[in-house]
């Protein structure tokens, strides 16, 4: 019986070993050369947002004389953004997919107008920025979400105005 229950325990232990390995491994690889390569490197088969929490810290950690600076994206890399989301109970949600190869995403400014009183085409200059502060690397697809002040209306136009980020490569 002893035996049986230290087998069963074994297997809660495997997940903090994989995160205490991940501590290290970026501070490990010798091949990196900057932050970014750091990160896309060490984030290879990761699953878990506390283990890719895990990753960017270390590699922050390693590259910390690299200042890394979000700077506007470009109008090609700004149509690179895919978004799907919408509106529920009162938040704005969806998610992001990054299809730059060289840019990681630290914050998108969405453009926000109520439909309310008949509304045309125009709508956008009424509208409202609200910027969305999250991390997505290069490639690769994240959440957004944000609460939305209620006006009671029930439905809304949106656009990403525009998005920040820096160079990963």
Same mark, same amino acid.
């Given at each position: 019986?002893?035996?049986?229950?230290?087998?069963?325990?074994?297997?809660?232990?495997?997940?903090?070993?994989? &995160?205490?390995?991940?501590?290290?491994?970026? #501070?490990?690889?010798? $091949?990196? #050369?900057?932050? !970014?390569?750091? *990160?896309?490197?060490?984030? =290879?088969?990761?699953?878990?947002?506390?283990?890719? @929490?895990?990753?960017?810290?270390?590699?922050?950690?390693?590259?910390?004389?690299?200042? /890394?600076?979000?700077? #506007?994206?470009?109008? $090609?890399?700004? $149509?690179?953004?895919?978004?799907? @989301?919408?509106?529920?109970? !009162?938040?704005?949600? !969806? +998610? /992001?997919?990054?299809?730059?190869?060289?840019?990681?995403?630290?914050?998108?400014?969405?453009? &926000?107008? +109520?439909?309310?009183?008949?509304? %045309?085409?125009? @709508?956008?200059?009424? %509208?409202? =920025?609200?910027?969305?502060?999250?991390? *997505?690397?290069?490639?690769?697809?994240?959440?957004? +979400?944000?609460? *939305? +002040?209620? $006006?009671?209306?029930?439905?809304?136009?949106?656009?990403?105005?525009?998005?920040? !980020?820096?160079?990963?490569?």
């Amino acid at each position: 019986m002893l035996m049986g229950s230290t087998a069963m325990r074994l297997p809660l232990f495997a997940p903090l070993m994989f &995160l205490i390995s991940l501590d290290t491994s970026a #501070e490990s690889r010798p $091949d990196t #050369e900057s932050y !970014g390569q750091c *990160v896309l490197e060490s984030m =290879k088969g990761i699953t878990s947002d506390r283990a890719e @929490a895990n990753t960017l810290r270390a590699c922050r950690e390693k590259f910390a004389e690299e200042r /890394l600076t979000d700077t #506007e994206l470009p109008a $090609d890399a700004l $149509d690179k953004l895919i978004v799907h @989301a919408g509106f529920g109970w !009162g938040i704005f949600s !969806g +998610s /992001l997919y990054n299809g730059n190869s060289d840019y990681t995403i630290t914050r998108i400014t969405v453009l &926000l107008t +109520s439909m309310g009183n008949g509304k %045309g085409p125009k @709508a956008f200059a009424d %509208g409202s =920025k609200h910027d969305i502060n999250l991390t *997505v690397q290069p490639l690769a697809k994240g959440a957004l +979400s944000m609460p *939305v +002040s209620s $006006d009671n209306t029930l439905e809304y136009l949106w656009k990403i105005a525009s998005a920040r !980020g820096y160079k990963t490569r």
